[in-house]
């Protein structure tokens, strides 16, 4: 009996301090991630989301398009998300800070989306863009198999002899029909911000340091 009793606080105590140690060492090395100040200009990263797109984020989040695409692009050596234009470096944990929930992903049927807002790595991917690609992705993107959302938009008659400013100029053959327009609902617009929010731009010198393969050393003095 007094063995058992040995045996159950210690088979206790091995799994109490493992699992301790799990939270500890991750709380060590991500828990205390801030913003990083740069010292060249005093901006702060990452920068905050604007009220809309955070809320893009909710709707984003909502909408499950985590189940078919990812937020997280492999640096060098670890996959072609590079040459894939995903992303202009590998993402880092800090670039996750202001997210409430992280939205990495771990399937791409889809495209990576870390960087979608990036009009460089992107030409053309404007607010119109991702509007048309909700609405009817085939509109934008042939064959595509990403599914429509159609039902972030309204479908109504045009009031008055103009078209609203925010309706669609969709293809004739996804335009609704004559005398009618299609325009974004409010959660269509804050997910459409929040898309065009994603781009991670700014390469954090001490993270762009410890990510680097090991520097060789150096000939000669300084
Ligand atoms: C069933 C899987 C699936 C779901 C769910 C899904 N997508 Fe997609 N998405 C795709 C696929 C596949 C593509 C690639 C389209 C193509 O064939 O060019 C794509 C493309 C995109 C693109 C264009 C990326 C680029 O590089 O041009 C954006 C933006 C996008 N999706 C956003 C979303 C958002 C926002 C949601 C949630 C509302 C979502 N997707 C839900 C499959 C999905």
Known sequence: MKNGLVLFFGVFAALALSWAGVLLSASQQLGRLGQFKDPTDDTIYPQPLSGLANQGRL??????????????????????????????????????????TVHLGSSRVGPDLRNVGNLELHPGA??????????????????????????????????????????????????????????PTARAQALVAYLTSLKDTYDYPIERSRNAPAAKPKEGGH
């Open 59 to 100: 709707v984003y989040q909502d909408l499950g398009c985590v189940t078919c695409h990812t937020q997280q692009v492999r640096r060098e050596g670890f996959g072609a998300d590079l040459a894939r234009k995903w992303g202009q470096r590998g993402s880092y944990a800090r670039d996750y800070i202001r997210d409430e």
């Open 126 to 183: 404007d607010a119109d863009y991702f509007y048309k690609l909700l609405y009817a992705p085939t509109s934008v993107a042939p064959g595509s198999l990403m599914p429509a959302h159609a039902f972030l938009f309204d479908v109504h008659p045009v009031a008055g002899r103009q078209p609203s400013a925010s309706a669609l100029k969709l293809p004739s053959r996804f335009a609704p029909g004559p005398g009618l327009e299609v325009v």
